[in-house]
């Protein structure tokens, strides 16, 4: 995840309109709706919540399991639950209208429209109450918190936790590795060496020509796909766009290292190590080649092998099992680790503060472990039903339940999300989780996630574009690495980058300086 602007999120609206009306409501709106019935701590705390709806209907308010996690809460929500299609516009309506549910979920915390309020005091900074709400600690990660914090060091929202480690990087056709002779590589010389070998050596011993090395494509939508990214990432030891070089940020294509990883691609390119028309493939035809059984590298989670690769890849080659989708432990020295939140809980200043820490409260106590299997396993006996100690969940019943709808609103995720799933056999799953401990010693999250640039938010996508249009073409011969080298060094004095590059800096040092 790199730090850019999601346009979806401030449709009709500017961040002036926000800014005076978030000033306006926080003054003028009476506290009957924020105070009334917050009560004591033994009455049931009376909640008013907006959070997306990613299902066709949402749950009805006496539907089974909200009434088991109020209870267990000792709660009442009123939830608002808003369609996916339509959250964007909604959620911007409701900002600029001033009259906040008091926990509303906000899907980019960084968008300028959420960011203007924050700056003009309409959401509570939870810094200093996070340490008296143990899950609240323990169970959303460290890396979390610090990357969901505002220019100012603090956090006024509460990250919905995903897993930070186990993050898409590099997977090898170990049956292709073993019939070579070949280890795992770790370095960027063993990538290049299995990737040839698994281009011109005959890896899967059918004695044709017929495969190849790694499966990718050059974008991911409108920025750089995932397999180059990794690669670049993997050259240059840092996630992102940004690295933090000699005491400031420096935008990555500017390093060395990214024009090493240039010259990579275009090796791998020229040697056709990779598909001819990689510049113009969708990410379904990346995956339909290894489906296909004609390459033997990929870039992506393991959690995804089985139903993205795997069952139709067994069409043709019944003989390949999961754990010949082997992945990579560090290529040199480097692997990712994601940003460990997807989207935030926030509360604005119009709830009082002994409300706001009781709904700090309900939502800790919504992650013990037996508060949150209410959603994941449903009731007894409907949802699920017990065998020799384990729960077996009619997943279809859940859903019509709406379970997994209560996962927008609070979420405990499992730290191996990314790499295992419970249907995969036994020692595919001790496998990939031995492998994710081993990459917890080496991955890096993406600092730059968050850090407040004006001059950044309005070039940066711009600067992107022009950068991944300049990769291709000299990957593609269409351009020399020189014209490359021309190009990094205008781009390095021009005016708009500069500015950028130093408020990227100011941010961080500011981030770095409020831990």
């Known amino acids: 995840m790199t730090f850019k602007v999601r346009k979806k999120a401030a449709l009709g609206l500017t961040a002036m309109l926000i800014a005076a009306t978030a000033l306006t409501a926080c003054g003028n709106k009476t506290e009957s709706t924020t105070t009334a019935q917050s009560g004591s701590d033994t009455a049931p705390l009376n909640v008013n919540i907006m959070t997306i709806l990613l299902s066709a209907n949402p749950p009805a308010n006496d539907n089974a399991i909200k009434l088991a996690i109020e209870k267990a809460t000792n709660s009442k929500m009123n939830i608002q639950w808003v369609s996916a299609n339509s959250y964007p516009d909604k959620l911007n309506v409701t900002l600029a209208s001033g009259d906040i549910p008091e926990l509303i979920y906000i899907p980019d915390p960084f968008t300028s429209v959420f960011r203007s309020m924050v700056q003009q005091g309409a959401f509570w900074d939870i810094s200093n109450y996070i340490k008296d709400y143990p899950n609240l600690n323990s169970k959303i990660s460290k890396t979390a918190w610090d990357l969901t914090k505002m220019e100012d060091g603090k956090n006024y929202s509460i990250p919905r936790p995903r897993p930070t480690e186990g993050d898409t990087f590099f997977l090898f056709r170990k049956d292709w590795l073993d019939n070579l002779g070949m280890n795992v590589p770790t370095t960027t010389d063993e990538l290049y060496q299995v990737y040839k070998a698994f281009t011109e050596n005959d890896p899967d011993k059918n004695g044709k020509k017929d495969t190849i090395g790694l499966s990718v494509n050059a974008t991911n939508g409108d920025k750089v796909s995932d397999t180059l990214g990794q690669i670049e990432n993997s050259f240059a030891k840092s996630n992102g766009d940004w690295k933090w070089v000699n005491d400031q940020m420096v935008f990555k294509s500017f390093l060395p290292e990214e024009r090493q990883a240039l010259e990579f691609v275009i090796k791998l390119y020229k040697e056709k190590l990779i598909p001819e028309d990689f510049a113009s493939l969708k990410t379904s035809q990346v995956k339909d080649i290894v489906k296909t059984d004609k390459a033997g590298g990929l870039v992506d989670k393991t959690g995804t092998v089985v139903s993205d690769y795997l069952n139709d890849l067994k069409k043709i080659n019944p003989n390949v099992k999961e754990t010949d989708f082997y992945p990579a432990t560090n290529i040199n020295g480097y692997n990712p680790k994601g940003p460990g939140f997807s989207g935030v809980l926030a509360i604005p200043k119009t709830v009082k503060e002994d409300k706001m820490k009781r709904i700090l409260k309900m939502v800790d106590t919504w992650m013990n472990d037996d508060v949150f299997a209410i959603q994941?396993?449903?009731?007894?006996?409907?949802?699920?039903?017990?065998?020799?100690?384990?729960?077996?969940?009619?997943?279809?019943?859940?859903?019509?339940?709406?379970?997994?709808?209560?996962?927008?609103?609070?979420?405990?995720?499992?730290?191996?999300?990314?790499?295992?799933?419970?249907?995969?056999?036994?020692?595919?799953?001790?496998?990939?989780?031995?492998?994710?401990?081993?990459?917890?010693?080496?991955?890096?999250?993406?600092?730059?996630?968050?850090?407040?640039?004006?001059?950044?938010?309005?070039?940066?996508?711009?600067?992107?574009?022009?950068?991944?249009?300049?990769?291709?073409?000299?990957?593609?011969?269409?351009?020399?690495?020189a014209a490359w080298d021309d190009f990094v060094n205008k781009l390095k004095t021009d005016a708009n980058v500069v500015k950028m590059s130093q408020e990227m800096t100011d941010a961080y040092k500011k981030r770095l300086a409020a831990k």
């Open 376 to 481: 994941t396993y449903g009731m007894e006996g409907v949802d699920h039903t017990v065998k020799d100690g384990v729960k077996v969940v009619d997943s279809k019943k859940l859903a019509d339940d709406g379970g997994p709808d209560f996962n927008q609103i609070v979420y405990v995720a499992d730290p191996y999300a990314s790499t295992v799933k419970n249907f995969f056999q036994k020692d595919t799953q001790d496998l990939y989780r031995k492998v994710q401990d081993e990459r917890a010693k080496t991955s890096q999250a993406d600092i730059s996630i968050g850090l407040y640039s004006p001059t950044a938010m309005q070039y940066l996508p711009e600067l992107q574009k022009k950068v991944l249009d300049m990769k291709v073409k000299v990957i593609l011969g269409k351009e020399t690495i």
